[in-house]
């Protein structure tokens, strides 16, 4: 059957343009267009062979609702600001090359929800990697808090999710401020859609990076195709 061989074909392309565009969204944080055209317009030829290969109106609705749900979240989650238009224009592509898939653990069969579901679970593995690296400071003694005293604990632990404070901060590539200073004091930041907008004040500052999210949504993809839908596993688990 054709659709034998056109999946293989589909997923190999998208695999492909994302692992490019993955590099580059880590060493530049910017993804020529060029990527997303080629990958598109690739992927609508081979998703257009598969359906007249093997017609159905039930197919083709499920195709088309899932170009439209994936699109459109991935469009209203740029236009609120959380994340870059590489992330959506992503999404985008996944949803018209691959825009149904089955495989074995899933919740529906919309390929671009699940990679965007699956990379945004994946993405928190990273607030997960910074608590440890503050936890590990703090038992070596670092005074990370030193000049925070007056904050919160419950700040100070988010900032421990969020960010690192760095001894050498305005070297760092893609790091953004996480603190400000009022009155001759300084605060924790936690305006995280804004605050890549700013400069690295000082070298002795906590900072939180600017992630590369692209490369949790490619592995979302790859993990949804092998194995499927995160959410499906832990709920799963949970039942």
Request: glycine share 8%.
């Amino acid at each position: 059957m054709l659709e034998e061989v056109l999946t293989p074909i589909r997923i190999g392309v998208l695999a492909a343009g994302l692992s490019y565009a993955s590099y580059r969204d880590w060493i530049a944080r910017e993804v020529d267009d060029w990527v997303w055209i080629i990958c598109g317009a690739a992927g609508a030829i081979l998703t257009g062979a598969d359906l007249i290969s093997w017609w159905s109106l039930n197919r083709l609705l499920l195709i088309l609702i899932s170009i439209v749900l994936s699109a459109g979240l991935a469009l209203a989650f740029y236009f609120f600001g959380f994340y870059g238009g590489a992330d959506a224009k992503a999404i985008i592509v996944i949803s018209i090359a691959l825009p149904i898939y089955s495989p074995p653990a899933r919740i529906h069969p919309f390929t671009g929800l699940s990679s965007l579901s699956n990379g945004l679970i994946f993405s928190l593995l990273i607030l997960l990697a910074l608590l440890a690296w503050n936890l590990i400071a703090l038992a070596r003694g670092e005074r990370i808090f030193e000049g925070f005293e007056h904050e919160k604990r419950i700040r100070k632990i988010a900032a421990m999710l969020f960010g690192i404070r760095s001894r050498n901060a305005r070297r760092r590539r893609f790091w953004f401020p996480l603190e400000t200073e009022r009155e001759g004091r300084r605060y924790f930041n936690f305006n995280i859609f804004g605050i890549e907008l700013e400069e690295i004040p000082r070298d002795d500052c906590w900072i939180t990076p600017g992630l590369p999210l692209l490369i949790p949504i490619t592995a979302g993809f790859i993990f949804y195709i092998l194995v499927g839908d995160v959410l499906a596993l832990i709920l799963d688990l949970m039942l």
